[in-house]
């Protein structure tokens, strides 16, 4: 099983300010036949089900905010929020599509300082 | 609307069984293959099972393999998971997932239900 290992696993960032996640996977989950990176990121609110932001590792899903961005190849991955506001609070996912099985990163519960 | 709404989820105690049922509606339902992941509250989220369009292929986790048995009913636009010999660690929210594209390259899941909550325990 590819194992997803997120960093760090909580993180407080003033309103305005950058917001970094990292992501790392166990082995490659780049497919040299369509030059594709099968890593996806998911927001999680309180009470909610995960939404989708980002697949392919950096294709935005519709109507997701352009301050969202994600980044990264092979085994290194970045979620990046340019200029964090107050309804980003929640924790976020990477999730790897490469294999079977598929598999999470533990969240990161991302605040506002 | 596109959604996915899922029902069946109890209380049972360990060794017991319980059937799980995702309705969709707003889409073409048996163009999509779809996922079963759940969510210990609180806790991260793991992927459980999938099956293709027309139901003949089907993959679990090892967690639940030979416990748990996916399928679905393209006419009734019904996704379910029968799951036997539950066990306390199969506690959890359990959601239905629409893959983004429909097809089983991009395993991104774009449409999630609200999840349906399963408690094992005695």
């Known amino acids: 099983d590819i194992v997803m290992t997120q960093s760090p696993d909580s993180l407080a960032v003033s309103l305005g300010e950058r917001a970094t996640i990292n992501c790392k996977s166990s082995?490659?989950?780049?497919?040299?036949?369509?030059?594709?990176?099968?890593l996806t990121w998911y927001q999680q609110k309180p009470g909610q089900p995960p939404k989708l932001l980002i697949y392919w590792a950096s294709t935005r899903e519709s109507g997701v905010p352009d301050r969202f961005s994600g980044s990264g190849s092979g085994t290194d991955f970045t979620l990046t929020i340019s200029s964090l506001q107050a309804e980003d609070v929640a924790v976020y996912y990477c999730?790897?599509?490469?294999?079977?099985?598929?598999?999470f990163g533990q969240g990161t519960k991302l605040e506002i300082k | 609307e596109v959604q996915l709404v899922e029902s069946g989820g109890d209380l049972v105690q360990p060794g017991g069984s319980l059937r799980l049922s995702c309705t969709a509606s707003?889409?073409?339902?048996?163009?999509?293959?779809m996922h079963w992941v759940r969510q210990v509250p609180g806790k991260g989220l793991a992927w459980v099972s999938r099956i293709n369009t027309d139901g003949s292929s089907t993959t679990y986790a090892d967690s639940v393999k030979g416990r748990f048995t996916i399928s679905r009913d393209n006419a009734k636009n019904t996704l379910y998971l029968q799951m036997n010999s539950l066990r306390v660690e199969d506690t959890a929210i359990y959601y239905c997932?629409?893959?983004?594209?429909?097809?089983?390259?991009?395993?991104?899941?774009?449409?999630w239900g609200q999840g349906t909550l399963v408690t094992v325990s005695s």
């Open positions: 082995q490659s989950v780049f497919y040299n036949s369509n030059n594709k990176n099968y």
């Open positions: 707003g889409f073409t339902f048996s163009t999509y293959w």
């Open positions: 999730q790897q599509y490469y294999s079977t099985p598929y598999t």
């Open positions: 997932g629409r893959p983004l594209g429909g097809g089983g390259s991009i395993v991104a899941f774009d449409i």
